[in-house]
């Protein structure tokens, strides 16, 4: 990837994904490319393996452009199903595995995928959804695909935990995608002439603030986005590359965030990806730390403070530990310094949307501290701060920031007036993020435009609520949501997830008057034993919203 160094003109070197993919496989043959319970398979045997599934794609008859369903966890086949579905020259959909059959019945609703792969696990949910809402073609991927047949050892004892777990599950005509993979070896693969501009994922949002739309990313989107992040990694990564760097990937690869800048990114740069199927497993990602001892680690603001609360994780040795990146969430400050006295490395933020593919921003990653910003924008990309009437506002006031870029979607899948009301006259797309420009080009992340709270006439952000509490040596985790008042103002409700047996409430009502002004404070604050969560690890403030108006109409009547 040595032209990204200089500029991003080599963006337009690549006619797509496939070709970018091409020339990893050609350059890094030899090297091992994904490792999954302790199995390697090199940049070679990736090759051979999504091409035997794009040819048996291929042999279905689909039409350029059919939409292929993953719904994998981060195991050997997630990677050979999304890459041979592009060079089948079909669109992927990634799918969240946790989805509940009414979730997944939806996207794939919206969709129409023709064909879907998916982990056994999951497929008694899919066996739920009405036929009329299936893809035509199912097929099941089990725990031992792509693994060595052993009698004994770590990969023999998985696959028979994972395979007694198995719900039963009965679905006419369902394929195994191991058996499909032995077949098509033999099969030819026609080339496929995919254009820059020829539609590659669509990657639904989160749905952390309604319900989820799928963005439309182009191969010139992620492309444009892969070597954004490669030219940001120089500053910590340029002494090393090309040799070959591990990158431990805990974040779920279906999402935008693992997708981008783990396996796409890390593929194309060489790396030895080394697959974690359950980040919330410590013991298991404690021992994968101290076997494969990473460069790079990328994760979110719950699972860094989760693996520091482990006594295990932090006795570990992180001397190769080169860049730790922040996304998904606002990283909190007390979590960045945390972090720094143990690894000695500050976790590097940045800022994206599953709409950007997903980079927008981040911070230098040879930065020394925690800067409290998302950084600069990633070159080739701006960034504007806007007011209600969309006219840029001044360096230090707040506005909704609006991104213009490569990586910028094609429009919202089947939703043309969602699009138009996404995107300014002036080409940008709103975010629906509030933020702040610094004097020197840095942006700042105040809060989400719709989870903002209005309390008495004043907008509160609810994440510098957060922040303020999740400083506090009693919190493990919190979230601050806006609760009706009865009057059309709202009142300010703290979820909190103790760090300690014992918790004093009134302690942290005085820990709010001492550092937030009266409107900013909760009026009261629920103690849970956990926040419900995506499966990235992001808070779904929304379903607290959602339960704490139904309390509030229910002590109301």
């Known amino acids: 990837m040595e032209n990204a160094n200089a500029n991003l003109g080599a963006i337009d070197s690549y006619s797509s994904l496939v ?10 043959r030899d090297r091992v490319a994904l490792v999954s319970l302790g199995v390697e398979m090199t940049y070679a045997q990736l090759d051979e393996q999504s091409r035997a599934w ?29 890459i041979g579905a592009l060079r089948a020259g079909c669109v992927v959909v990634n799918i969240n595995p946790l989805y509940t059959a009414r979730e997944l019945q939806g996207q794939l609703r919206d969709s129409r995928p023709e064909v879907i792969v998916l982990f056994e696990a999951f497929a008694a949910t899919l066996q739920q959804v009405p036929a009329s809402d299936r893809p035509k073609h199912v097929v099941v991927a089990t725990a031992g695909d792509l693994m060595p047949s052993v009698k004994r050892g770590l990969v023999n004892f998985v696959v028979r935990h994972v395979q007694r777990k198995v719900p039963s599950w009965n679905i006419e005509g369902a394929k195994s995608l191991k058996g499909i993979l032995q077949e098509a070896v033999q099969l030819p693969l026609a080339a496929v002439n995919s254009q820059p501009d020829d539609l590659a994922f669509l990657q639904y949002t989160g749905g952390t603030t309604g319900e989820p739309r799928a963005a439309m990313l182009s191969h010139r989107n992620v492309i444009a986005n892969i070597l954004q992040v490669d030219r940001i990694a120089q500053p910590a ?50 021992r994968l730390w101290r076997q494969e001892q990473p460069h790079i680690f990328p994760g979110v603001n719950t699972l860094f403070a989760a693996l520091m609360r482990d006594k295990n994780f932090c006795a570990l040795d992180f001397t190769n530990l080169r860049i730790a990146l922040g996304g998904g969430m606002a990283i909190h400050e007390p979590v960045a310094n945390q972090w720094q006295a143990l690894t000695g490395h500050t976790i590097i933020e940045g800022y994206g949307m599953s709409e950007t593919a997903p980079v927008i921003c981040a911070n230098p990653t040879d930065a020394t501290c925690f800067s409290g910003t998302v950084g600069w924008p990633v070159p080739g990309t701006e960034v504007v701060i806007l007011d209600d009437d969309q006219q840029p506002v001044p360096d230090g006031q707040e506005g909704e920031i609006a991104v213009k870029g490569p990586q910028v979607m094609l429009g919202y899948w089947q939703a043309p007036e969602a699009t138009a009301a996404a995107m300014t006259k002036q080409g940008y797309l709103l975010t629906g993020d509030i933020g702040v420009r610094t004097s020197d080009g840095q942006i700042r992340i105040v809060d989400r435009k719709k989870d903002m709270i209005l309390v008495s006439g004043f907008n509160v952000y609810p994440a510098e609520i957060d922040a303020v509490f999740a400083g506090h040596p009693d919190v493990a985790e919190c979230a ?23 918790i004093d409430t009134g302690a942290l009502q005085a820990w709010a008057r001492e550092r937030l002004t009266g409107y900013k404070r909760p009026r009261d604050i629920v103690i849970v034993d956990s926040l419900p969560k995506n499966t990235v690890g992001k808070t779904m403030r929304r ?7 139904e309390q509030a109409a229910t002590t109301e009547g």
């Open 19 to 28: 070709a970018m993919l091409h020339q990893a496989f050609e350059r890094y």
């Open 54 to 82: 794009a040819a048996w794609l291929q042999s279905l008859g689909l039409a350029p452009g059919a939409r292929v369903g993953i719904m994998l966890p981060n195991v050997l086949v997630s990677p050979v199903a999304l």
């Open 237 to 286: 990564l340029g002494d090393l590359l090309p040799k070959p760097l591990t990158m431990l990937t805990a974040l779920p690869l279906y999402h935008v965030f693992a997708m981008t800048v783990c396996e796409l990114y890390g593929l194309c740069a060489g790396m030895r990806l080394v697959l974690v199927i359950n980040p919330r497993d410590f013991k298991a990602l404690t």
């Open 480 to 502: 601050a949501v806006g609760v009706p008042d009865g009057e059309g103002g709202e009142f300010i409700r703290l979820f909190v997830v103790a760090a300690r047996a014992q």
């Open 543 to 549: 379903l607290l919203r959602e339960q704490a108006v």
